[in-house]
């Protein structure tokens, strides 16, 4: 997967008070990603645009489209990520 697929899959960063708090209790990170997107391309988005490797993935469809929540090894790579990409 090159750079432009993975930014069609992986949309962006989708951050509340809820997902803000995920990183440090639950080192997982939510993005909004296209509706046709799985498990599988999600976490290989994130590997090739964001060079972290996840470590599970589970999507959620809602109003706002559909959700994946990127499970990472450590809250410390999960709190990497967040503030690389302007989270934190």
Do not use: H, W
């Not at 440090?24 to 391309?41: D, L």
């Not at 976490?43 to 090739?48: K, P, S």
Request: hydrophobic share 45%; net charge positive; with cysteine.
């Amino acid at each position: 997967m090159n750079a432009e697929e993975a930014a069609r899959v992986v949309i962006r960063p989708y951050i509340t008070e809820k997902t803000f708090a995920m990183v440090e209790s639950e080192a997982k990170i939510c993005f909004i990603v296209g509706r046709e997107a799985s498990k599988a391309q999600v976490a290989e988005a994130v590997e090739e645009l964001y060079g972290q490797r996840a470590a599970g993935v589970n999507t959620a469809r809602t109003i706002y489209g559909k959700k994946a929540f990127v499970r990472f090894e450590t809250a410390e790579k999960a709190r990497d990520l967040a503030t690389k990409i302007g989270m934190l």
